[in-house]
């Protein structure tokens, strides 16, 4: 994974509150160090992001996991990672449909060898993100799953729709389809 990108998901710590942060940081130490130490531009292994996701999980729970992957791509997209594509977003127009286009494009930014995203329009409040060849480790984890809905949920809360949802839906042994919903007044 790319580090800026693990470097803004430990960022998003801090919104968790001091307490959990600590916990967190204590559980996934050598990981966090490592993320911390590196340059933005370089790539780490996937199993870091894998621990720090599952140490989240553990300490806050599956909503606030959520919350914490929804905040963390939030972030991400106001570093110069992933800025062009929410730039590129609000000139072809801030829609749930363009967010989700926009993700196999940032996926390929993000995740090196991490398996192949495409994107599914399914109605005009639906669409959906089809993850394939999905590494083992990410799939075998719930939270890892859990926290990657949040980040789509994040990626349609920035285009103006806070309620919209992603919903895991695994399809295969190494296939993931995220279903996602919002309002149709968008």
């Known amino acids: 994974m ?17 307490a959990e942060e600590a916990q967190i940081r204590k559980m996934a130490a050598d990981e966090i160090a490592q993320i911390e130490d590196s340059v933005r531009v370089a790539w780490l292994p996937l199993a870091l992001d894998v621990v720090l996701t599952e140490a989240v999980g553990a ?25 062009p594509f929410f730039s590129a977003l609000r000139r072809v127009g801030l829609t749930p ?6 993700v196999p494009y940032g996926w390929k930014v993000v995740y090196e060898n991490c398996g192949e995203v495409r994107y599914k329009n399914v109605s005009e409040t639906e669409g959906a993100i089809v993850h394939e060849n999905v590494p083992m480790m990410m799939h075998q984890s719930l939270a890892y799953l859990i926290g990657t809905a949040g980040a789509l949920d994040g990626a349609m809360a920035i285009v103006g729709d806070r309620s919209a949802t992603a919903t895991v839906e695994v399809i295969e042994p190494n296939a993931v389809n995220y279903a996602c919903r919002w309002r149709a007044d968008l």
């Open 2 to 18: 790319r580090v800026s990108h693990l470097q803004s998901n430990v960022l998003a710590l801090k919104a968790l509150g001091p």
């Open 59 to 83: 300490v806050c729970g599956e909503e606030r996991l959520r919350q914490w992957g929804r905040d963390a791509i939030v972030k991400s997209g106001e570093g110069p990672l992933l800025r």
């Open 97 to 102: 449909h363009a967010a989700l286009k926009a």
